[in-house]
């Protein structure tokens, strides 16, 4: 079985510019996250869906941030424009169900803005 | 402030020593977990322990979760190079919150 998916693994650019990033979870799973990971730190929830519905979005900085869910599947994280400080890894996982907390990561993509 | 302090942030022992790992809060959890991530990997879920005072072994790693279910411990015994990586507790309150992680190595 496929774990979680995602790309880019590496993206290097410069500030001021957009970035993208896709998530596909594990086949039938309806809960996706999105997480940020700093160096040597824990991952910190960006944002939580229930199938295509944002259900928890609070700490995610919305004047730059962006995400949709479309067919309650795939993912994608949008910064737009990105900042020196967003240099980061950004996680995705999914679960089963929100409710279980079992949760399976992706490997992650590492973000660096020049 | 931190809601999950984990202790130590670091840690490096030789091979075949044995090593504890604390997470401590204020707050009360339903339940708790630890991961292990390594370079260019996420997280990967070891255990979750839900009871307080709940012990779990997994091969040479043993995980308690603190009788008042606010704090809880990871032991490894005999610690081989293969156990280096982030060891990351995280509490579930409204949503599941990650400690800052302890960077263990395990130097042959």
């Known amino acids: 079985e496929a774990g979680v998916v995602q790309s880019p693994r590496y993206k290097i650019i410069e500030k001021k510019q957009p970035v993208a990033f896709w998530c596909n979870p594990i086949?039938?799973?309806?809960?996706l996250y999105w997480y940020l990971q700093n160096l040597g730190q824990g991952p910190e929830l960006l944002i939580r869906?229930?199938?295509?519905?944002?259900?928890?979005d609070s700490q995610l900085p919305k004047d730059r941030f962006s995400a949709e869910r479309l067919k309650g599947v795939d993912s994608t994280l949008k910064i737009q424009p990105a900042e020196l400080g967003d240099s980061a890894v950004y996680l995705c996982?999914?679960?089963?169900?929100?409710?279980?907390?079992?949760?399976?990561f992706g490997a992650g993509s590492r973000l660096t803005v020049l | 402030t931190q809601l999950l302090e984990q202790s130590p942030q670091f840690l490096s022992i030789q091979e075949g020593e044995n090593l504890t790992v604390y997470c401590n809060s204020s707050?009360?959890?339903?339940?708790l977990q630890w991961y292990r991530q390594e370079p260019g990997e996420g997280p990967v879920l070891l255990v979750t322990?839900?009871?307080?005072?709940e012990v779990k072994k997994l091969k040479r790693l043993t995980f308690q979760f603190g009788d008042a279910r606010k704090d809880s411990s990871l032991h490894i015994t005999a610690a081989q190079p293969g156990d280096t990586g982030l060891y990351l507790c995280?509490?579930?309150?409204?949503?599941?919150?990650f400690g800052e992680g302890t960077q263990l190595t395990v130097n042959p």
């Open positions: 996982a999914s679960s089963a169900t929100s409710g279980a907390n079992v949760l399976t």
């Open positions: 086949s039938g799973h309806n809960t």
């Open positions: 869906y229930e199938n295509e519905e944002a259900v928890d």
């Open positions: 707050s009360v959890f339903s339940s």
């Open positions: 322990v839900v009871t307080g005072g």
């Open positions: 995280a509490g579930v309150l409204a949503r599941l919150t």
